[in-house]
């Protein structure tokens, strides 16, 4: 069973000096969490523009208290009109109106003002140094460094007090419950608090924090509904209103929230989305420019924008609801960009690009890219789910966005987790996200649609998370934590996390990526050539050599060895070589397919695919992709790159490398060798290519080809490059042995006519 939050405290206070003088008598300890970037959540949530104090909406009339607060400005929804401004009596901290008139405080005292201005009073004996004053039925609300106070708002008998520990602001209200919520301050970490009090006497039953004790992000505001059921903090996470219990988060920081029956509206930045109660978003809605604040008014939600005497109020269109499609993505064979994260299994691949905000699919068996999904800019992990047929990705503030491969480009938001994101993966139709809020790290796991499944927290963080769809484990490593081992979470049919266990090492680990699992679910090997049986992840063999990936076929392993030059090797039952042979670039993954392996690697600035018969047997040549860029013009000179090789395992002797290079003027080559070649002369030769190589498995070489676009051409020029085996029977994968290299112009007219 994982500890309490109560627990946390006694831990970090009563025993962690022990634990420091005596290194055994815990078994692990907690190290600092992993580097995030800034976290939107932590930062002021204050729009830098506001160009008020405070505003109160009572009936009809919405007040202001103006930066020099000493004047309330008026806005009346009934009429659509400005009311006369209403001039108060000094520098005001804070105010709140009801029915009986607005309540103004002061540094020394509270004036009750007439809700037209035309006088006011002193309330007798209440004052309090906090500039914060709230009205909830007969009670002001107010308090000091220690305690919340409740006056008779007539009277300003003391009616009720609770000492509150520490000093609290950002204030909101439900009178319906009777809850005053606010911000600790000045306290580290800072967290959410609720007062329970009774309208009607004023008397303080209660005052408690949330469980969470500041482990979710905490922003300087508190937004109550008014209806009850919700309290929304500005760093963008959702509270229960009556236990303050982790309802869910907004992916970010919010500056404003606008309550109506079934939904509500908050301000990100010059952003407003549009959420239901349950916490889920439903899209965007369009903003004014110079937007400053929403506010809801019977049944609809209102935009204040301009300056405090110029401000101007309009309704939104709440209705019109939008999901913002990612811009467009270039094509793989345009791109040809380096990929972030290697998603799918290797009959379906997926390569995720960030700098091109993209996901590639490839089908191995087609040997073809599909049109690319395009996904939001600024993605900071990626998932894929084959059973949903859908990309995930996590963003800044905690926003996972869902992109359907067959939805032509749409994007919809999924969920999110309460901070920024530190690992995404798909667990068959769920998806499962780790972040570093609530105590150390919390595990999430949502459903296909995105309600929140389970939460954990009292866990880890790690470098990768690995799913099983047999044994519906989720193995992990505990990289902030000394010592590192394994661990796996269990996930049940119903998406949520049900059990948990690790090795029995604690330290014996060689906790290096990445984590793979046999098809059958038996085995785990590691980065490090370490073998568990995953009954109870004890030791089951060695590979005796760090490796960069893992990879099964008919009962053998598989593994591509670490140190340079890199070698794909085939092991047998007991886990010794069989056969090698090295493999091109640096290696990413080792997929299995049905007739051998998918080969994903890195060479240059671009990311490969190739295919690896399983005997390790035959040489997989070819033409690397080209991403030539910008357009070109007629008449312009170009100079363009293109490089073949073997990917491996075993030499090929007299290649034939071809490109037609007729389609430009004054066309020239020259091979430049890479490694383990020969056959490359390095010297320029005029006209089309035709160069017999000898490539070393790895081995490689690179063609330089210059020349014009001639003045004639239009659309795009073609050049057609090509790598033959002597014996065609001796490649596993033909397709990859050409590329068409595309140059694209920007001159599309002929004689100035389409």
Known sequence: MRTTGLLSFVVSAGVMAAV?????????????????????????????????????????????????????????????????????????????????????????????????GSGSVVVPAVTAPLPYIEVAGNVLLMGDEDHVYAYNKMTGALAGSHFAFYTMGGTSTIELEGRLYGVTQGVSPPDVVEVEFNPATGAVTNYFDSPFHGDYPIGDKTFAREAGGLVVNSSGVVYASNTLGYLGSLGGAVQAVAFLDDRFVVMRGGQLAVFTNSVHELGEIAAPLGLQDIVAYAGSVYAISGSINALTIAPLGIDAITQPAPPPARAWEVAAPKADFILGDGNDVVLFSQSEHAAYSFNSQTWSHAIPTSVHPGALQAAYSAVNNTVYAAYAGGA????????????????????????????????????????????????????????????????????????????????????????????????????????????????????????????????????????????????????????????DVYAISLEPPAQLRRYNGAYQVIQSGRVRGTPRRLLASSNGFVYVADVGASTILGRLDGFLSKADLAVDPVATGSLFSGGAPISISVTVGNNGTVPSSNAMVTGDLSGLESASWRCVPGTLVSGCANVIVNGSIANALDLQDSGQATYQISGTIPLSARNEVRIPISISPAVSTSDPELRNNAVDVVLRLDRIYDHGFD
């Open 20 to 116: 420091l003088a005596a290194p055994g008598a815990l078994a692990a300890y907690h190290t600092d969490a992993p580097p995030l970037s800034e976290d939107s959540g932590a930062a002021s949530v204050t729009p830098t523009t506001m160009v008020w104090n405070q505003r109160r909406l009572h009936g009809s009339v919405l007040y202001f208290l103006d930066n020099a607060s000493t004047r309330l400005r008026r806005y009346d929804f009934a009429t659509s009109t400005w009311l006369s401004d209403i001039t108060i009596n000094g520098a005001a901290d804070a105010f709140d109106v009801d029915a009986t008139g607005i309540y103004v405080k002061f540094s020394n005292r509270v004036e009750r003002v007439s809700l037209d």
């Open 400 to 555: 996972i966005y869902a992109y359907p491969r067959a939805g032509n480009g749409a994007a919809s938001w999924f969920a999110a987790t309460a901070s920024s994101s530190l690992g995404l993966a798909a667990a068959g139709e769920y998806v499962f996200a780790v972040d570093p809020s609530g105590a150390w790290v919390s595990h999430y796991t949502f459903g296909p649609g995105g309600s929140l499944l389970s939460s954990v927290d009292w866990n880890y963080y790690s470098r990768q998370y690995e799913w099983d769809p047999v044994l519906r484990r989720m193995y992990f490593f505990r990289d902030d934590t000394s010592p590192n081992d394994l661990h796996w979470e269990q996930i049940g049919l119903d998406g949520s996390i049900v059990a948990e266990g690790e090795s029995p090492y604690h330290g014996e680990v060689i906790a290096a990526t990445p984590i793979r699992v046999s098809p059958d679910g038996s085995r785990i090997i590691l980065g490090s050539g370490q073998i568990f049986e995953s009954g109870g992840l004890t030791f089951a063999g060695n590979l005796n050599a760090p490796v960069v990936d893992i990879g099964w076929l008919n009962g």
